[in-house]
Structure formats: structure tokens, C-alpha cells
């Protein structure tokens, strides 16, 4: 019989850019079993609710991962205007949606970078990571900040965009495409990265439906499903099909990211064409009471924003269901049975977002 | 400039910060900031660091992780508090599970501030570590001539 060893992977390793902790269980160099244990980021903001009025939390709401801090606070915005019956303007609409998807670009192109660089491919990592500048660049032009940027608030958007600025983030996006293409080619069609990813870590439909998978994920393996099709803030006015993908292996996972990159160029580029005139805000009114769901597509899959209030400036509860807890039971299957020099790669494809899934 | 602050080796950790000072600190090592030209390493093994980066404020469960951290790095070694977070605990400090500050745990030599720290003063933070870095290698030297 193999000899059975424990090793422990994480928190801090040279793979993993997040604190995260793994018990895995080996029979020879075959994973048998990985035993996820989290809270490393831990910081309870949940709870912070109780204490923060409700229009400040939208900056706690926003810091609770750097990466998708755009639509954290968008997704909480969203969960109390419907509770308080707020209709966002149609221009503040479709503000959120292009700071939304250009969100996605920056985070898709860094999961990019990262893949890379677990395969040991340093300079598609350092290309991948030179274009994400170019979206920074244009954070810090419309709003002043390159991660975390804080322009939504209950009730619409705090800053305006004007016409330069949508024109430069239009030639931008314009000018991303152009050197993006190549970098696509080479993670669609290179060698190494072919033998490197495909049919590795592969996860079947309905294994997938099964274990809750969301997002990128889901989509690679074959299931038709965004939430952005709910039509959520301007998503009802923009052109939007699912990119999928069939294989269920981390090539496919790879390739729903790549497409979406090409997708979100697209949807910027309508949603600047089709950007109203008018207000970007409406004032807000009183306290919120009553409860709502919100579901908004992350980048790296649908996150779910609970919020209750009794009418007091102060929460209830919130609550924030985020993609990357409902990926790890499908990551934990992946990862048994796998070579344990395969372990990064198959972690890295579902994208994980260590503090958001610990808030 | 000492011997060891022409290639310095840098460690980077994640108390519990909310990625955005972690993408940034990357982001230093990638074309457009790029600090390998200082001859900075990003390394993963805190037995061959010179700095140790961290982000976010401590909790129960970072707490022994950042001890143990410090306690493997060799001497002589610099501490960059990267971020709000870091250096007080920021918007995170009445959470119930933050401590406060990395100067809470160990002893903290540079504090960058930002939410997020951009990556102009992370470098900036890494160059004043450095001369930091070469004042501790003197003093040990002499302390080591005087035995």
C-alpha cells in the first residue's frame, strides 16, 4: 500500500498571493483528500453594519476585497435602494456599468497574470499585467483612485464622467484590444500552456450544478448561465450572451475568462455610445426598512448581498454570499486525485478571493 | 549604499488586508514600476529576506503566522507597514476580530499610508527600509567588533 502523508500548503506560500490553508493528504504524489481551512482574513465587516450608518457602509462595503471592490459596492447599493424603493438615474445606471466592466478587465487580466506565472511563464505574466495599467490608468483619470475608488453611494454615483473622459476610455479599451489579441493567442494556442492546462482539474456539468459552482467556473463547463442577464443597472439596454465554454478543464475555465475579456470591450464600448444625459444621483430620503436580495455577476461569479433594516440609520443585517465560497467545494473535488505539483494551477483556475470569502 | 542595500530581498505578507495593497505591492514588480531595476527580489522564503511587506491589520489568527514570520528572518531585518490597515488598522479597526496595527505584534520600522497604498509610495516606503537596513547591518557590525 502507498504511504500516506499530510502536507500542509499555505497560509503563507510562494503560489499563493492570499493567506489560504490546505491539508493535503497524499498517497505517494497523488492528492487523496485536501481539507480547506480559512479565517486568516477574517475580519468581521459583516457585523460592522451594526455600528456604521448605512450610507457610510457603502466604503466598508467597497474594502471588502481590493479586486472586486467596484462591485461590492455596487451590489450593497443596489440591496438598499430596493429596500427604500430608490430608482437610480439611467446616467448613474450606466456609470456603474462601465466602472463594473471595466472592473472585470482589470480582474480578469490579473487572474490572467497569475496563471502565468504558476506556469512558470513570466513574460506572458508581466504582459498580461502591463495592459491591466492601461485600465488603472483610466480609474485614476475618472476617478482618482486605481483599486479602490469609492464612487458609488446609495442613490447613483458620487463622481460624473465627461465626454473626454469617455472618449479616452473608449480609445483605450480601443488600443487594449489591439495588444490584447496576441496575448490571447498565446494562451489559447501556445504549446506549453496547451500541455500545461488541458484536461487538467476537469469538472463536469453536472457535477458543477451540483456543488454550486458559479461564474467563469460554470460557464466552462458548459452551462449557460449569467446573472447579468437579470438586467440589473444598464444590463438590460446592452447586448449580453453568456461565453461558455464545454471541456470543464482549467483550459476551458482560461478561455471563458479570455472571451469575457473581449465581451467586456465590447459592453463598454456600447454602453458608452447609449450613456444618457442627466442626473447621477438622487437624494436619499429617510431609512431604509424591509429586506432584499441582490444578485450581481462578479468577476469571478455571481455574489448574492442580503441586507434588512427596522428603520433606524443603522443595519439590520448584512449578509454577502461571495463567488469564491460557493467555488471550493468544487475546487476540494478537483483537487482529489490530482499530482500534487498540479495543486497551484487548479486552485489558481477558480480564481480564488480569499478576503472577500472572509470578510 | 551598503553591500546588502543594492539587493535587497523582499518578503511579502497578508495579515488580513482587503487585496488592494497586495495587487499594488505586486504591481511594484511588473513593467511600469518594475523595483528589480533596485535590485529587489520578491521572495518567498522568510530565511532569505531582508524586508518584510505587510499588509492589513493583525487578527487572532495572523497574529502567530507575522510572529513566526519575523522570528525566521535573519538579522538584519526591516519591517514596511504597507497600507492604513497596517500601520493603525483603518476602516477596519472596530471590527471585532483586528487587533490594530502591525506594530501591535512586532516592531515596525516604516509606515506607508494609503487605502490603497499606491505603488510610487510602497517604493518609496522599500527605499527609505533600505537605508534603515544598512544602519542596522553597521550597528551589529560594530557590536560584533567590539566582542
Same mark, same amino acid.
Given at each position: 500500500m502507498a504511504k500516506r502523508s499530510i502536507i500542509p500548503f499555505g497560509p503563507?506560500?510562494?503560489?499563493?498571493?492570499?493567506?489560504?490553508?490546505?491539508?493535503?493528504?497524499?498517497?505517494?504524489e497523488v492528492v487523496v483528500e485536501?481539507?480547506?481551512?480559512?479565517?486568516?482574513?477574517?475580519?468581521?465587516?459583516?457585523?460592522?453594519?451594526?455600528?456604521?450608518?448605512?450610507?457610510?457602509?457603502?466604503?466598508?462595503?467597497?474594502?471588502?476585497?481590493?479586486?472586486?471592490?467596484?462591485?461590492?459596492?455596487?451590489?450593497?447599493?443596489?440591496?438598499?435602494?430596493?429596500?427604500?424603493?430608490?430608482?437610480?438615474?439611467?446616467?448613474?445606471?450606466?456609470?456603474?456599468?462601465?466602472?463594473?466592466?471595466?472592473?472585470?478587465?482589470?480582474?480578469?487580466?490579473?487572474?490572467?497574470?497569475?496563471?502565468?506565472?504558476?506556469?512558470?511563464?513570466?513574460?506572458?505574466?508581466?504582459?498580461?499585467?502591463?495592459?491591466?495599467?492601461?485600465?488603472l490608468d483610466m480609474f485614476d483619470l475618472t476617478t482618482g483612485g486605481r483599486i479602490i475608488f469609492s464612487v458609488m453611494c446609495v442613490g447613483g454615483v458620487s463622481k460624473d464622467m465627461d465626454s473626454g473622459m469617455l472618449k479616452a476610455i473608449k480609445d483605450t479599451v480601443d488600443d487594449m484590444e489591439k495588444d490584447f489579441r496576441p496575448i490571447m493567442e498565446t494562451f489559447l494556442k501556445d504549446y506549453s500552456v496547451c500541455a500545461r492546462l488541458k484536461g487538467l482539474g476537469?469538472?463536469?456539468?453536472?457535477?458543477?450544478?451540483?456543488?454550486?459552482?458559479?461564474?467563469?467556473?460554470?460557464?466552462?463547463?458548459?452551462?449557460?448561465?449569467?446573472?447579468?442577464?437579470?438586467?440589473?443597472?444598464?444590463?438590460?439596454?446592452l447586448d449580453i450572451q453568456p461565453v461558455t465554454a464545454y471541456d470543464g478543464d482549467c483550459y476551458?475555465?482560461?478561455?471563458?475568462?479570455?472571451?469575457?475579456?473581449?465581451?467586456s470591450f465590447l459592453l463598454i464600448r456600447?454602453?458608452?455610445?447609449?450613456?444618457?444625459?442627466?442626473?447621477?444621483?438622487?437624494?436619499?430620503?429617510?431609512?431604509?426598512?424591509?429586506?432584499?436580495?441582490?444578485?450581481?455577476?462578479?468577476?469571478?461569479?455571481?455574489?448574492?448581498?442580503?441586507?434588512?433594516?427596522?428603520?433606524?440609520?443603522?443595519?439590520?443585517?448584512?449578509?454577502?454570499?461571495t463567488p469564491t465560497t460557493s467555488n471550493i467545494p468544487p475546487m476540494v473535488e478537483l483537487l482529489k486525485g490530482c499530482q500534487l505539483a498540479d495543486v497551484p494551477l487548479i486552485i489558481l483556475t477558480i480564481d480564488p478571493c480569499i478576503s472577500c470569502t472572509e470578510r | 549604499m551598503g553591500v546588502m542595500s543594492k539587493s535587497p530581498w523582499l518578503l511579502h505578507y497578508d495579515a488580513?488586508?482587503? *487585496?488592494?495593497? &497586495?495587487?499594488?505591492?505586486? %504591481?511594484? /514588480?511588473?513593467?511600469?514600476?518594475? @523595483?528589480?531595476?533596485?535590485?529587489?527580489? *520578491?521572495?518567498? &522564503?522568510?530565511?532569505?529576506? %531582508?524586508? /518584510?511587506?505587510?499588509?492589513?491589520? @493583525?487578527?487572532?489568527?495572523?497574529?502567530?503566522?507575522?510572529?513566526?514570520?519575523?522570528?525566521?528572518?535573519?538579522?538584519?531585518?526591516?519591517?514596511v507597514a504597507v497600507g492604513i490597515c497596517a500601520c493603525t488598522g483603518g476602516v477596519f479597526k472596530e471590527c471585532y476580530n483586528i487587533k490594530g496595527g502591525i506594530d501591535t505584534v512586532i516592531p515596525v520600522d516604516v509606515y506607508v499610508p494609503g487605502c490603497a497604498a499606491r505603488p510610487e509610495s510602497i517604493i518609496d516606503g522599500v527605499i527609505q527600509a533600505l537605508n534603515i537596513l544598512d544602519e542596522k547591518r553597521a550597528a551589529l557590525k560594530s557590536k560584533a567588533r567590539e566582542k
Open positions: 503563507q506560500h510562494p503560489v499563493l498571493p492570499e493567506p489560504v490553508h490546505l491539508d493535503l493528504v497524499l498517497e505517494d485536501a481539507i480547506p481551512s480559512i479565517g486568516f482574513v477574517h475580519r468581521g465587516l459583516e457585523k460592522l453594519v451594526e455600528k456604521k450608518d448605512f450610507k457610510q457602509y457603502v466604503y466598508i462595503a467597497e474594502r471588502i476585497c481590493g479586486i472586486c471592490s467596484c462591485g461590492h459596492g455596487m451590489g450593497y447599493c443596489e440591496a438598499v435602494e430596493n429596500v427604500m424603493g430608490i430608482e437610480v438615474p439611467r446616467r448613474a445606471a450606466y456609470l456603474r456599468t462601465i466602472w463594473i466592466e471595466m472592473s472585470r478587465l482589470h480582474s480578469h487580466l490579473l487572474w490572467l497574470g497569475l496563471l502565468a506565472d504558476a506556469m512558470g511563464f513570466e513574460s506572458l505574466f508581466m504582459e498580461s499585467w502591463r495592459l491591466r495599467e492601461k485600465i476537469v469538472l463536469t456539468r453536472d457535477r458543477a450544478m451540483l456543488l454550486g459552482a458559479v461564474g467563469p467556473m460554470l460557464r466552462a463547463s458548459g452551462e449557460n448561465y449569467d446573472a447579468r442577464k437579470l438586467g440589473y443597472e444598464a444590463y438590460n439596454d476551458a475555465r482560461c478561455e471563458v475568462r479570455l472571451k469575457e475579456i473581449l465581451q456600447e454602453a458608452i455610445d447609449k450613456v444618457p444625459e442627466g442626473d447621477i444621483s438622487v437624494p436619499v430620503k429617510g431609512n431604509p426598512s424591509g429586506e432584499f436580495f441582490a444578485r450581481i455577476e462578479q468577476p469571478r461569479g455571481e455574489a448574492i448581498y442580503y441586507v434588512k433594516g427596522s428603520g433606524t440609520k443603522f443595519l439590520d443585517r448584512f449578509r454577502l454570499r | 488580513s488586508s482587503c *487585496n488592494g495593497c &497586495d495587487i499594488e505591492v505586486l %504591481d511594484c /514588480l511588473t513593467p511600469k514600476y518594475d @523595483v528589480e531595476r533596485f535590485g529587489i527580489i *520578491n521572495t518567498g &522564503d522568510p530565511f532569505q529576506a %531582508d524586508i /518584510l511587506l505587510i499588509t492589513g491589520g @493583525v487578527n487572532s489568527q495572523t497574529e502567530p503566522v507575522v510572529k513566526q514570520l519575523y522570528s525566521q528572518m535573519p538579522d538584519p531585518k526591516v519591517v
